[in-house]
Each structure stands twice: as structure tokens, then as C-alpha cells.
């Protein structure tokens, strides 16, 4: 099996955390009206994308009737419809649409992860569920040599908290859409807003200021270099 199979199967099978286990069981178990007809994925949600990619997006955690139904991250609600449009026009993706893990799309050069792998009540994990889930998963996938150059953070809770497991002595950044730094280890760190619904309908977040982050994350991949990217640092 190879190492991002074993990953996924690690991630698939965890139990680390009953309260959202028990939730994703019983949101999967009851459904919403409208996907009656569908089976639930109910687990935890492994990544997507390539192991090596050069860009890493990390949002917080997957949408109960998104991800936690369809079993890919980012897939099936709104949330997803603006991550994936807004990858698409940046050029890390082949369509703009993700409708389920059979549709056809591809990440070019990204991978998308989350800081907490099940799907919590309110979308909002506990402090020792987002401390377990890192610690356990995200941690590793954060590791530079896992190859990413640029990481995108989606939202206060995935700035902080891979602030805190790439540079936990150092002085924190506050989070801010647009917000920016470099990491010690050379890399680029840029934060956006959760493309929450939240966010989304009350105009907090519009499609140019998200669009503006992965086109500055393309330009930082795509510029030839002597800067913290090269990896040199
Ligand atoms: S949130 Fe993470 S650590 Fe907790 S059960 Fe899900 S996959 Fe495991």
C-alpha cells in the first residue's frame, strides 16, 4: 500500500474523538431531506490532492452534509462551490465544479486538507478535538518535506493552529483576510476567510478578495526565484 493510501486509511478509520464520531454516525444515519436517496460517507475526510503538492489549503473542519456525505473535502455544499471555482480560475484545478468524489476533478499542484477530520456539531470542534485531530494528522501533512511551498489557511482556527505547529515559540501573526508571513522554515503562509456561508452571503468575503489569495499563491509558485520559496531557507 503506498504512504498516501496508508494516510487515508489512518485517517478513514479513526476513532479518536467519540463526540464526532457519534455526530457524523448519526448525521449520516438521520440525513437531510434532500439527499435522502444518498448513502453518507460518515467518516472522518481524508485530504485531496497529491502528496507533493506545492500548494496546501487547510480549511477546519468538513461540512455535515458536504463532505461528511460525499466523502471528498470541500464537495457538496457552497463552501465548496467557492473553493473549488476560485482554484479553477487560479489554475489549480481542471473544472470548477465538485459535486461528488466520481465528477472528474483534479487538483494540479494542490492539496486540500482540514485541521479537524470529522465533521462537528455547529462547525465548531473542541479545543481538545482541534489539539487531538493536529497533533495526529495535520501535523505531518504540514511537514515541509512533504513538498507544499505556499500554504493557504482558511479561517482564524487553521491560521492559528498552523502557526502554532510550525512555529510554536514564535510570535504569532494575527489572522486578517490577506494576512501574510513567512514561516522559519522558509515558507509562504497566507490566510483567507472560511468561504462559510457565513462569510459568503453577508458579502464579508467576495469572490475577489478570495480569488486575490490563490492568484497571489500561483504568482509565489510561478515567480523564478531567490526568495523564502526556493526552499533554500
Ligand atoms: S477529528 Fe480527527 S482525531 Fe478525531 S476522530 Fe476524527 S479523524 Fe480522528
Redesign the pocket.
Known sequence: MSDRAQFEEQ?TC????PR??EHCTAVARERRKAYRDEEYWGR?VPPFGSCDARLLIVGLAPGAHGANRTGRIFTGDRSGDWLYRALHKAGFANQAESRGRDDGLELRDARITCV???APPDNKPLPT?IS??SA??LAGELDKNQGSKVIIALGRLAWDTIQKHLDPEGRRTPFSHGARRTLPDGRLLLASFHPSQQNTFTGRLTEPMFDSVFAEASLQLHKNVEDPLSGNA
Open positions: 485517517v479513526c476513532t479518536l474523538c464526532l464520531r472522518p479537524v477530520k470529522c478535538e487531538t485531530c495526529r494528522f
